[in-house]
C-alpha cells in the first residue's frame, strides 16, 4: 500500500510541469479572454490539478505508460483553452504549441540529469529527483519567458491579425518538439555509450538557444510588418486630407474669380433692369447661378483628418447610389489619436460600402452616429443594409467577399481595446450593426 501510494504522488509530480505550462500559455493571452479574467484562470488552476490527480491515479491503477497519456494531455487541454479565449485557432495553436515545446525541453533536460545519475534505468522508471528536477526546470523556463510572454507577446497576439504568418509558425515549433520526443532516451544506458551524452546535452542548449533566438527574430519581424502597415495607414489618411485639401483649394480660386466678376455682373443686371428686361435678368440669373462652382466638401466635424475620411466615404457612397444619414459630433481634439479613429472608422465604412455593393440601389444604406458623451467616451453606431449572408468562425465574422478573412474587424477590436473600450457586432435580416465604444483616455 504504502508503495502504491509512493508511485502515486510520483506519477502526480511527473504531471505537475502542466501547471507552469499553462501559466505560460496564458501569459501572452492577457486581453483575449472569452469570459471573464478571474473566473476563467480561477477554474483553469483549480480543475487542473484534479485532473492531474485523475491522470496520476490512471496510471498507477491501471499501469499504462506514461507517453500512452500524452495524446490527451496535448489535445484535450488544447480544447479548453481554446474555447476560453476569443483569438483565432492559429493564434491559440501557435502559442499552445511553442509552450509544449518548451515544457518538453524541460522533460528532456530532466532525463538527462536522471540517466546521469541512474545509468542503467529507463523512462519508465523516472526517479522521484528527476520529476523534481523537471518542476523545477519548467518553472524557472516560466519565470524567464512570462515578462516577455506577457508584454511583448500580447501585443502580437492583440494587434498582429494575419493569418498565414501564425499558421507558419506551427512547423517550426513541429521541429523542435518533434525532435525532443525522438532525442528521449528511451533506455538510459544508450547516453553512455561513446560521446554520446555529450551529443544529447550540447544538442538539446543549442537548439533550446536557437527556438528562443527565434522567437525574437520573430518578434522583430513581426514589429517591423506592423509599423510598416501602420505607417501605410498614416499615408492613406494623408491622402484622404491632401485630396480633399486640393479640392477646397480649387474651390477657394473659382470663387475668387467669382468674387472678382461679381462687379461686372451688378453692372449688367441694373443696366437690364433700367431697361425693364425682367425675363432677360431671370435668365441671366439662372445662367449665373449655374455658372457658380460647387463645392463638395462638406465639414462634419471640427477634426481635419476625420473630415477627411468621412469626405471620402460620403463620395463613395454617393457614387454607389447609397443612401446616407449621419450624425458626427466630435470634437478637434481628444483622447484618441487621429490614426486609431480614423482606423477604426475607416474600417467600419469600407466594410459598410462593400456589403451595400451586393444589395440591390433602392435597398442601400448606411446609417451612422458619433458622438462624445460626458467628455470621457466616444460612441460610434452603425447600421448598414447587406445581402443577408453572412460567414461566422469561432463567432467572429469573416468576410463573404474574394481574398476577404474579417481581418478588418479584428483591426477594430484590437484598436478599440488599447482605448479599454468595446466593439460588437450582430445582424439581423439584412441589417448589419456595427456598436463602438471607446475611452478618451488611452491606457
Known sequence: MGLEMEDFWTSFLTWCPAIPAAILCYAPMRNQFRYNRKIVLAVVFLALPMVLLGAAFL???????????????????????????????????AVYLIVFTFMCFATNFALGWDAAKHPTGDINNYSLEATLIQIGVSSLMVGILYYPASRFGSRLVDLFNIGRVWWITLPVSGIFLTYNLLIAPRKYETLHVNKTFLFFWLSLLLLLTLLLLLCVIFYFIVKDMMEAAELEEKNRFLEMQESQYRSQQRYMKETARVRHDFKHTLVTLDELLREGKVETVREYLDDYLASQPKNNTRIFCENIAVNALLNYYMQMAGERKIDMEWEIFFPEKCGISDVDICNVLGNILEN??????????????????????????????????????????????????????????????????????RANFSHKGREFYTDVLMKMEKR
Open 59 to 93: 496510471e498507477t491503477k491501471i499501469g499504462a505508460e506514461f507517453n500512452s497519456f500524452l495524446p490527451a494531455l496535448f489535445l484535450v487541454p488544447f480544447f479548453v483553452y481554446h474555447k476560453s479565449l476569443k483569438v483565432p485557432l492559429y493564434k491559440s495553436a
Open 352 to 421: 459598410a460600402v462593400l456589403a451595400c455593393n451586393d444589395v440591390p440601389e433602392n435597398g442601400r444604406f448606411i446609417d451612422l452616429n458619433m458622438r462624445i458623451k460626458n467628455k470621457q467616451e466616444l460612441f460610434l453606431v452603425v447600421t448598414n443594409s447587406f445581402n443577408g449572408e453572412v460567414k461566422q468562425v469561432d463567432g467572429s465574422y469573416i468576410s463573404n467577399h474574394p481574398g476577404g478573412s474579417g481581418i478588418g474587424l479584428r483591426s477594430i477590436v484590437s484598436t478599440v481595446e488599447k482605448y479599454s473600450g
